[in-house]
């Protein structure tokens, strides 16, 4: 079983940063794509940034810019540093990873908790 853990949410103004992690446990064997999504209240979840095994790194249009994924792979972690945030971005955060665990080397996509980002206007 593989889990997917994110931190580094929180409350900030509007024009700040913030950085989020996710990191991945488990039985892994190998992680493919890691990438960021979104949810705001009300809205569909929204996929914000794309970061495959190897490759470059593909953004919403709406953070472009503003917002760098990266991933170390190490530590099985990907994180989202998020600048210059402003109010829209307000949503929970979530983790998604397609991940290869052991001992069967099966393919399965997980999903992390979510962690809240609040930007204050």
């Known amino acids: 079983q593989v889990q997917l853990v994110e931190s580094g949410g929180g409350l900030v103004q509007a024009g700040g940063s913030l950085r989020l992690s996710c990191a991945a446990a488990g039985s892994i064997f190998r992680i493919n794509a890691m990438d960021w999504y979104r949810q705001a209240p009300g809205k569909q979840r929204e996929l914000v940034a794309v970061?495959?095994?190897?490759?470059?790194?593909n953004y919403a249009d709406s953070v472009k810019g503003r917002f760098t994924i990266s991933r170390d792979n190490a530590k099985n972690t990907v994180y989202l540093q998020m600048n210059s945030l402003k109010a829209e971005d307000t949503a929970v955060y979530y983790c998604?990873?397609?991940?290869?665990?052991?001992?069967?080397?099966?393919?399965?996509?997980?999903w992390g908790q979510g962690t809240q980002v609040t930007i204050s206007s």
């Open positions: 998604n990873a397609d991940v290869i665990s052991d001992p069967f080397r099966s393919q399965r996509n997980y």
């Open positions: 970061m495959p095994s190897g490759g470059s790194a």
